[in-house]
């Protein structure tokens, strides 16, 4: 199977740094289908290079002794990935469906270039919508007095189907550090509201009783502070004073919707890099 090669650069600025990794993919007879770069105010560097992997010199298996002695000169944090090793995604959901069924539209239809082993839900709700598409869904009900119990069901069915990406789809559930640190920048969220605004519970309720005249969602890494992990993606639509709750429920859902999947394909396209508490997203 054919196969493109994305190599994911952050490193402190220095000159010469593009010539240097262009040279180095040339020596090995490289071609460089795609190179977006940023330079943030704190002087560090950001690049995403995709390289065609036919015909590129080395291996898979060889890729890291060859490229770890420029990596050591100029201080980068590298990663690499390979368009014909899809990322496993596990989808976490409650009650609320709508970015369920939206991520596995997406998904069946080919928008979405991962594998979906299982979907995880404190709730029952969604189990038939699942396994229409023939994925296994896992009923892990929780409480307080049970929360350690189903966080550690939860980690071994993470590990045991090798998981790369977790994505909370209206998972009303606050995620320990014991999870959230074992996928650090791997687990995105959907939060109901344009952060930092209305952070926590019932955003509608606080935007409709603000008076606002827009509301949005926003996609962010899961971090162990609630709603505050870096943003990838978000994005708005307009209310006026004639909408309800309800209202801005409906409308809110539509924008949810959009803006998790944007994130959730960004981030399997190996277009996001965490730069402190932000991103740099290579659309």
């Not at 390289?51 to 690499?80: C, D, H, V």
């Not at 935007?207 to 949005?216: D, E, N």
């Not at 870096?230 to 004639?242: G, K, L, Y």
């Amino acid at each position: 199977m054919s196969y493109n090669i994305r190599l994911l650069i952050d490193c402190p600025d220095r000159k010469g740094l593009i010539a240097a990794i262009s040279s180095f993919i040339a020596m090995h007879n490289g071609n460089i289908l795609s190179a977006d770069q940023y330079v943030s105010d704190s002087g560090r560097f950001f690049m995403r290079l995709v390289i065609e992997g036919e015909g590129f010199g080395l291996r898979k298996e060889e890729f890291g002794a060859a490229f770890t002695p420029l990596a050591r000169q100029y201080s980068m944090n590298w990663q690499i990935y390979y368009t014909d090793q899809p990322k496993r995604v596990a989808i976490l959901v409650s009650k609320q469906d709508h970015c369920l069924v939206d991520l596995l539209w997406r998904w069946d239809a080919g928008e979405l270039p991962a594998e979906i082993p299982l979907v995880i839900s404190n709730h029952t709700n969604a189990a038939s919508r699942v396994e229409a598409y023939g994925i296994p869904f896992y009923h892990l009900p929780v409480t307080k007095e049970t929360r350690e119990e189903q966080e550690d069901k939860i980690l071994e069915l993470l590990d045991k189907y090798s998981i790369d990406l977790v994505v909370l789809a209206r998972y009303m559930q606050i995620l320990t550090p014991k999870v959230v640190n074992a996928y650090r920048q791997r687990m995105i969220n959907i939060h109901h509201s344009f952060l930092p605004a209305f952070v926590g519970a019932n955003p509608y309720h606080q935007a409709h009783a603000r008076g606002v005249k827009i509301i949005g969602a926003t996609a962010h890494y899961v971090t162990e502070e609630l709603d505050a992990g870096p943003i990838i993606n978000q994005d708005i639509a307009h209310v006026s004073h004639r909408d309800t709750v309800q209202d801005m429920i409906r409308i809110g859902r539509e924008v949810e919707r959009r803006v998790l999947a944007r994130a959730v394909r960004w981030h399997l396209e190996d277009r996001v890099l965490v730069d402190g508490n932000r991103t740099v997203v290579f659309e």
